[in-house]
């Protein structure tokens, strides 16, 4: 289990954006690696959510004019999994029937096996039949990732979904997510720059309105941020995030 | 947050007791300073003693009111959570139904209770008309406003789920709207024997509104203010009975503490 088994496409966003007449970002370029973790970064209120939101097909407020495409020609749509700040559990649902919403609601068959399997992977099959309210913050976000993880889709975007976690269960949280969505297409808008050092493969450093491109060496999984190269790219990207 | 709830069961029961007991004094004060007539204003132990000498006579009509709320109360809900739904479902039926819908709330549903008297007749069913309409605006308006409101993120993730149209109505914004719902049916609870009632007073041969008018009529105000009493406790009891299974559906739904 765990990705899927066709090649996985990369992704390229290229275009203007503007909110009510006034433009957010003018000639913006984004190209996610195939199967590696892209990381934008940047402070808050800056437009990376909305930049996510525009890849995700979701309401943005906004018009983009330019193009969002995959680098195996197929349409974006329908092969992306989200993942946001707050978990978006549904209060109702169990965690397992959380973990088998996108199913239930394309009404699907359940894959029972998969199901438990995932279940098992983020830690939770003690509480599967608890209700998302009694369980903890760090809880239930590993139950949505669980839940993004059981749509079983080349494309996954991640929205700050670790940024209210205490910094011990961030980190947990960081090497479960690395580990279960390997060899998956990831972006994660993220305003804290050591998290993108640790998971991203390549940084997109954002400040008004620009994107400045930074490739970090290949890692098997979370990177350990006490190598002298990483402080190096640690202060060029603090530069372009302060200009 | 606070857990969202005005239910009965929690105003304590003695404080409810204290407010009937202070009440019942001041009316036997009023009757005794101003020595008023007891075919004007009988006074607490004449009414009780007409509540229990006659309570056959009065547990019959209670019988046939409840009857009447109850079945005019199921209908009414249904009716407004079907509307709602299809509302959701389709704008168009939206614009063409909605100002119709709300038009239709300036006309006063007393004003309709001696047509529907003369369409269904005097039985059961022009009360039961009665109790419908008087519960099906508010329970459709309050839901289809809790329909509307379903919090964005969950909209999001159905869409990244390609969740169709249905599904994401039935298995997220239902669910979701069920604290809207609720406030509706709380208040769908006290008006339906408001309905029922007025029914009974334009043309009935049953039921609590029949019993008042009858004894009006025979000037026995006793019996007339030991329906009233009666109907006190149904409405009262109907409402606490809703409110709980309103609190144990919002509760379900978890969107109270969300």
Known sequence: MGAPDHAIPGLRLSGEFSYSERPLFSDLMLELLPGSWTCLLGSSGIGKSTLLRLIAGLETGGSFSGSISASDNLPVDGRVAYMAQSDLLLPWLTVRQNVSLGASLRREP?????????????????YISNKPGELSGGMRQRCALARTLME???LVLLDEPFSALDPVTRRQMQALASSTLQ?????????????????????????????????????RSVRELDDPAMMDIQSRIFSVLNA | MKPRSDS????????????????????????????????????????????????????????????????????????????????TMSERGRKLIMPALVMSQTIPVFALAPLLTLWLGYGLASKIAMAVLIVYFPVTSTFLDGLA????????????MRSPNRSTLMQIRFPA????????????A?????????????????GLGYLMLLANGRVKIDL???????????????????????????????MNNR
């Open chain 1, 110 to 126: 359940l894959d029972h096996v998969k199901i438990d399997h995932l279940i098992h992977r983020v830690g939770l099959e003690e």
């Open chain 1, 152 to 154: 079983d889709t080349p």
């Open chain 2, 224 to 254: 007339m203010f030991a329906a009233l009493v009666a109907l006190c406790i149904l409405t009262v009891t109907i409402r606490a009975i809703i409110g709980l299974i309103c609190d144990r559906a919002v509760k379900w739904s978890g």
């Open chain 2, 8 to 87: 009965l069961p929690l105003i304590r029961v003695w404080e409810v007791l204290f407010a009937c007991l202070v009440m019942i004094l001041v009316w036997q004060a009023v009757v005794w300073v101003t020595q008023v007539e007891s075919f004007i204003l009988p006074g607490p132990w004449a009414v009780a003693s007409a509540f229990v000498n006659q309570f056959a006579l009065i547990w019959h009509h209670t019988l046939i009111t409840a009857v009447e709320v109850m079945v005019g109360l199921v209908l009414g809900v249904t009716a407004g959570i079907l509307t709602a739904l299809n509302l």
């Open chain 1, 183 to 219: 060899n998956r297409t990831v972006l994660l808008v993220t305003h804290d720059l050591a998290e993108a050092l640790r998971l991203g493969r390549r940084i997109y450093a954002m400040s008004q309105g620009k994107l400045e491109e930074f490739d970090l060496p290949a890692c």
């Open chain 2, 149 to 160: 409101n379903t919090p964005k993120g969950y909209l999001d993730i159905a869409h990244t």
């Open chain 2, 177 to 188: 709207a069920v604290p809207s719902l609720t406030s509706g049916i709380r208040l769908a």
């Open chain 2, 190 to 206: 006290v008006y339906a024997p408001i309905g029922a009632v007025i029914g009974e007073w334009v043309g009935a041969s049953n």
